[in-house]
């Protein structure tokens, strides 16, 4: 077996699921840059839904304005690199990304505190620090079955030193208790966090807030992995929603969906589209590089960010973050 990749200086941090579709990694990635500051944090992730993806890999670093195009690093990369100015390494082998960092980063005389790995509870070519779980608390092991029978990609939850159990606050009490002590009923050593997701407002070209969401009619348009969650909380914060458009998760727009998008917009006599943060970045860049920047004042973003369900549980994730061995 090939030993794994130890990085020298940063502590590394998995971040990944045992489910496909949309346990919330994307929306807790961010939060982890916010919490540790992007300036002391780079991304690793294999870039999905873009070309690089099966390369030797692209190093994108929004403070040097190196952004490639969604289509190349993939849309959560892209989204990543262009809302938190912090650099995503992408590609096929995560460990050569993080040499990839290393060297760019110690030619830099730069010093990279953590670096993170985006979706990687199933990847084991770089050692991690902390091995970070998300499970659905809706549905945290699906019908228990692998795919193709059931959502699972695997049942091993014993590698996880933490376990977050996103969108628990669509659960009740009992629920929570009870899928902590199946947790705990493995025998395993790991802490178990609660958290949700909350909106951060409605903002027209991911821009300008919108104040009142209540006073227009929306068409909304996803390429995601849980578009019901979307609808959901849109519902939520009580923005009135007279049609939808949905894509695959990861989807690449071209000119002709938004065209599609727009005449369903009118045809259900709505003010605008309302679409995710990991949507946007690829509808304005294709709008962008047609030079149809008039049509961009009819999408609105819909913000998303994570924070866990008590205070308590926030600062005992940051002492245990902080606790984790330093790196000569």
Not at 56 to 71: F, H, T, Y
Request: with cysteine; net charge neutral; charged share 25%.
């Amino acid at each position: 077996m090939v030993r794994p990749y130890t990085c020298k200086k940063s502590l590394v941090l998995g971040v990944g699921n045992i489910a496909v579709g949309g346990t919330g990694k994307t929306v807790f990635t961010s939060f982890l840059i916010e919490l540790l500051g992007f300036d002391r944090v780079a991304v690793v992730m294999r870039g999905y839904g873009g070309s690089a993806q099966q390369s030797s890999g692209k190093l994108i670093n929004r403070q040097d304005g190196m952004v490639e195009a969604p289509n190349v690093v993939g849309d959560e990369a892209y989204m990543l690199a262009s809302a938190h100015k912090c650099s995503v390494a992408v590609g096929k082998k995560r460990d050569d990304s993080c040499r990839r960092l290393e060297k760019k980063f110690s030619a830099n005389s730069a010093q990279i505190s953590y670096i993170i790995l985006d979706d990687a509870y199933q990847n084991f070519l770089v050692k991690k620090d902390c091995e970070i779980l998300l499970l659905d608390a809706r549905m945290p092991f699906s019908n228990e079955h692998c795919l193709p029978a059931g959502r699972l990609r695997e049942k091993d939850i014993s590698r996880a030193d933490v376990i977050i159990l996103t969108h628990a606050d669509r659960v009740d009490s009992v629920r929570l208790r009870n899928i902590s002590l199946s947790i705990e009923g493995h025998g395993e050593a790991v802490r178990i966090f609660t958290g949700r997701h909350v909106p951060k407002g409605v903002y027209l070209k991911n821009d300008e807030l919108l104040n009142n969401s209540k006073n227009k009619k929306f068409l909304a348009c996803a390429g995601i992995g849980s578009f019901g969650s979307f609808k959901q909380t849109l519902e939520q914060i009580v923005v009135p929603v007279f049609g939808e458009v949905e894509y695959d998760d990861h989807h690449q727009y071209d000119m002709a969906d938004i065209e599609h998008m727009l005449a369903e917009m009118k045809k259900s006599d709505c003010d605008g589209i309302i679409t995710t943060q990991k949507d946007w970045v690829k509808i304005d860049h294709v709008l962008t590089v047609a030079g149809k920047q008039k049509q961009k004042d009819w999408f609105y973003v819909l913000r998303i960010g994570f924070e866990f369900l008590s205070e308590q549980e926030y600062s005992a994730f940051r002492l245990l973050l902080d606790g984790l061995e330093k790196k000569e």
